[in-house]
């Protein structure tokens, strides 16, 4: 019988190639490119649907810049590994070199724009080549009534030269949905962003330069479906107009200055905010901020200040935020500070049990991480009624990034009662008192046992028979492998006395730990079928 040679007809339908295309693409990360390019060769009717996957996702334009006849390329004369060779044109571009180019980036949906390997996005591939400034000027002047990129959706750019403006916005169409600018410079930053006002209303997420200040009183109305911007310090009219966005949903700035806070407090937006990171020198700036946001729909709180905060500061930050959102939807909570608490430590810089229980009313909590300049006053009791109000709690750190210095009056029982009420797990950091064990032998977790967790953070806890806390440690978490201690600390922070003592100490808990994980896998073997039939049939025969 001779073969049918007949395609099926589903292989004629453009939007079926393109889907089975596009998970050979998923599939095959390295050989992708390769495999894509000979479909487009083995089949005409694969061509175009082949051609639509390998060219719609590009982390460079270098490709596609080689794909023009007249491009060569020039070797660098430099040592040294970043020096990359050069794109250049040998002749200018003619019509056949522009139908070329055009034909293929018609076709690009995503691409990220790089000058050099020192530019490269960290999560896109690296550029093979750097692009010569002769490429740029000859793209920046297409053939009349073409549209370089007609369908890009999302472009990544750090190219900081005065050639690339005029080529940069030329990419710039009304279909652009995605714009990083993230890492050019102030000058080149400056003169662009007039450009994007009118030139892509359909902005949905936007990465600005985190330092400049930028004073554009309406800049964000020209983006009404503006939903995810990261920027730097804006002017207190610029932050307005961001707040009365309709679907802002995420926000990364930096607080600058607030001149007007009396304004900002009488016009409160930002009510569709679901996740707000600040960047701004001391807490201040962040409470002044925080009273002109109001939404229930905020999941997640991110603060990162320079100057070192105290409890008094923590105390108002939590008790504003408590009234500008739900607290029951809350689910990310984090404020990290990078100085020391000064002369005046502990005294300001203690969290007492008051402040602690503000917390309590976040029940959604599934991260909570303080790492400030602060101590805790903290025991087994206070951490007990917390983790009671936490059930979905996920990950956990209460100033282990910088330790407590002092004796925390947490023990081990508390850490007990801490799993015990927040069964979801799988990250920990807490400072401890773990000098007497004080816990019973046999089963030191009490049947307790949390597997998800893997790593510990202790900060600067003091600990006494690392045996003993061993043995603890893994009937809890059996896949317990690390111990963190004392890996933040020292420099400008207080060490505790005996510190040295102590870290050896913890170190010497973190060796012990994989004998004892061995022992309790075989304590607690699988329970698959054939072992329960097993277990069954000893049952029966007892």
Known sequence: MV????????????????????????????????????????????????????WAHLGTLVPLIRCIPCVKIIKSKGKSQDDLPTLGLERDMS???????????????????????????????????????????????????STVFPHL????????????????????????????????????????????????????????????????????????????????????ATIQSLGRLAHLASMDICLHKLHDIKSLVENPGFSTLRRLVLRAYNINLVTAFMRQVKS???????????????AAGIQEWITILLDRCMPRRLEILEIEDYADAGADFPDQFTLTPDTLRLLSRFRGLTTL???????????????????????????????????????????????????????????????????????????????????????????????????????????????????????HLGGRRRPISAAKEHEEKWKEVERLLPAFSKVRAQEHPPVGPRRKAFFLEELYLA
């Not at 949906?109 to 490429?135: E, F, M, Q, W």
């Not at 990083?180 to 209303?201: G, L, Q, R």
């Not at 930028?214 to 730097?232: E, R």
């Open 95 to 145: 019509s056949a070199d522009w139908e070329i180019f055009l034909s293929h980036s018609r076709l690009v949906l995503t691409c990220g724009y790089y000058v050099s390997r020192r530019d490269k996005h960290p999560v896109l591939n690296s550029p093979s080549h750097d692009i010569g400034t002769d490429i740029l000027r000859a793209l920046s002047s297409p053939p009349p009534s």
């Open 153 to 236: 959706r999302k472009i990544r750019w750090t190219d900081s030269r005065k050639d690339s403006i005029r080529f940069f916005r030329l990419i710039l169409t009304p279909a652009l949905e995605f714009l990083d600018m993230s890492s050019i410079t102030d000058s080149v930053y400056s003169v662009i962003i007039p450009s994007i006002n009118d030139a892509c209303p359909s902005l949905r997420i936007m990465h600005l330069p985190k330092w400049p200040f930028l004073h554009l009183p309406d800049m964000f109305d020209k983006w009404p479906n503006l939903a995810y911007v990261t920027s730097g310090p804006l002017a207190d």
């Open 369 to 487: 991480d303080l790492a400030t300049a602060c101590t805790y006053s903290l025991d087994d009791t206070t951490l007990t009624q917390l983790a009671i109000c936490w059930p979905s709690m996920q990950s956990i750190a209460l100033g282990t990034h910088w330790g407590w210095r002092q004796q925390s009056d947490v023990t081990l029982k508390g850490l007990l009662f801490l799993v015990r009420h927040c069964p979801q797990l799988e990250s920990i950091g807490l400072v401890m008192n773990a000098v007497t064990t004080d816990i019973t032998s046999q089963r030191p977790g009490g049947g307790i046992r949390r597997p998800k967790v893997t790593s510990l953070n202790v900060g600067d806890s003091r600990v006494g028979d690392p045996l003993a806390v061993a043995a603890f440690l893994s009937d809890v978490f059996p896949r317990l492998l690390s111990v963190d201690a004392f890996n």
């Open 296 to 310: 229930v729909h905020l999941r997640e709180v991110k603060c990162y200040l320079p100057q070192g905060t105290t």
């Open 3 to 54: 073969p049918s040679t007949t395609v099926h007809p589903c292989l004629l339908v453009s939007e079926i190639l393109v889907n089975i295309f596009a998970e050979v693409n998923e599939r095959d990360e390295e050989e992708a490119a390769r495999t894509l390019a000979a479909l487009c060769r083995t089949c005409r009717a694969f061509r175009e649907p082949a051609m639509k996957v390998l």
